[in-house]
T-cell receptor, first 113, second 109 residues
């Protein structure tokens, strides 16, 4: 089944404790991206990647890192999480670029205490 | 800078009534235009895109280039249409993909 998977689905952590949220897709998509969803603010893009070893900042990249060492995986790294990063995170992928249909993961609900 | 406006945060209509969710955008060039939907406790999924000109679940969207609008419409709302709806223009290169803040559509029985 073609899909985008994220792990973990739920995470409660404390300020400053490094964490990684994984994202994987099995559709051989070139384009992958991360969003955070907050009430009243909609979806805001954190980082995106056009292909392996090609990443770029989105609208709200501060406090986040990403890597794209393999085409299928695009992990989101929070080196030192803070409470304002408490949010619902979505990974998405698509063929070639952002102008094609985005396929979304199920979301990861992160709480930073 | 690119901008997407969905003026209604919340829209409540009765079952069987017409629905219109508004979207206005400000983009350089001619972006590709999408509507995504998120049902309760589910992931976002594509509802429709302008280039395909399809009607999905009874929804259609009309592009008005002069007004730079891409409003989503359905003549007769159904309870299963209750969801969050996001308008998303996508331009190539630096313009990227931008999601509106979303409209929460509630269909009352």
């Amino acid at each position: 089944e073609a899909q985008v998977t994220q792990n973990p689905r739920y995470l409660i952590t404390v300020t400053g404790k490094k964490l990684t949220v994984t994202c994987s897709q099995n559709m051989n998509h070139e384009y992958m991206s991360w969003y955070r969803q907050d009430p009243g603010l909609g979806l805001r893009q954190i980082y995106y990647s056009m292909n392996v070893e090609v990443t770029d900042k989105g609208d709200v990249p501060e406090g986040y890192k990403v890597s794209r060492k393999e085409k299928r995986n695009f992990p989101l790294i929070l080196e030192s999480p803070s409470p304002n990063q408490t949010s619902l995170y979505f990974c998405a992928s698509s063929y070639f670029s952002e102008v094609n249909e985005q396929f979304f993961g199920p979301g990861t609900r992160l709480t930073v205490l | 800078a690119q901008r997407v406006t969905q003026p209604e945060k919340l829209l409540s209509v009765f079952k069987g009534a017409p629905v219109e969710l508004k979207c206005n955008y400000s983009y350089s060039g001619s972006p590709e235009l999408f509507w995504y939907v998120q049902y309760s406790r589910q992931r976002l999924q594509l509802l429709l895109r302008h280039i395909s000109r399809e009607s999905i679940k009874g929804f259609t969207a009309d592009l008005n280039k002069g007004e730079t609008s891409f409003h989503l419409k359905k003549p007769f709302a159904q309870e299963e249409d209750s969801a969050m709806y996001y308008c998303a223009p996508a331009g190539g290169g630096a313009d990227g993909l931008t999601f509106g803040k979303g409209t929460h559509l509630i269909i009352q029985p």
